[in-house]
């Protein structure tokens, strides 16, 4: 469906994203995760203070799809793909008992099954919503949106993503 200018303002006041595929694919380049495990810790803690916000999956990101979403998803942020740290939840796990010396940061967690595994108090029956949660050992501040396959298959579920990117948004803007 084409929608002119003018919808896509009014949709966008309504607080209703519409997300659009661009025929420039050279945009949508995803930084390749790192292999937490096979960098050294100083490495890890660089890529960190570098990053404004770390991105969490379940697994890499490797759809020409899932990279545009994750594009679109960072873009509504106001952020930048390379202001990103992209990170499976098992290359999180490896490295976070190490993190405590690290500056803390924002993580934007992806599936409700990654959340289960790295969020204190967090239960698969949970819906996604705006609460701010805490990772289990760093105890970082972590917010939990639907994965890039779920939002791929479900599009429904975009406006319901869109209000915890505000929340994360504006948790950016205060820092």
Request: hydrophobic content about 45%; some cysteine.
């Amino acid at each position: 469906m084409d929608l002119n200018s003018r919808q896509l303002f009014t949709l966008n006041e309504m607080g209703i994203p519409v997300w659009e595929l661009r025929s420039d694919d050279s945009s949508y380049e995803v930084a390749a995760p790192i292999d937490a495990v096979a960098v050294n810790h100083d490495e890890v803690v660089a890529q960190i203070r570098s990053c404004q916000l770390i991105v969490l999956t379940a697994s890499a990101v490797t759809s020409e799809q899932e990279k545009r979403l994750l594009h679109a998803l960072v873009f509504s942020l106001g952020l930048k793909i390379n202001g990103l740290l992209l990170m499976t939840n098992d290359e999180f796990v490896a490295i976070e008992d190490r993190l405590s010396d690290s500056p803390q940061k924002l993580l934007l967690i992806l599936g409700r099954e990654t959340a289960s595994v790295l969020v204190e108090g967090f239960e698969l029956s949970d819906a996604e919503n705006t609460k701010t949660y805490t990772t289990k050992v760093s105890q970082w501040p972590a917010y939990i949106s639907y994965s890039l396959e779920i939002l791929l298959k479900k599009t429904e579920l975009k406006s319901m993503a869109w209000q915890n990117l505000k929340l994360i948004k504006s948790k950016l803007a205060g820092l």
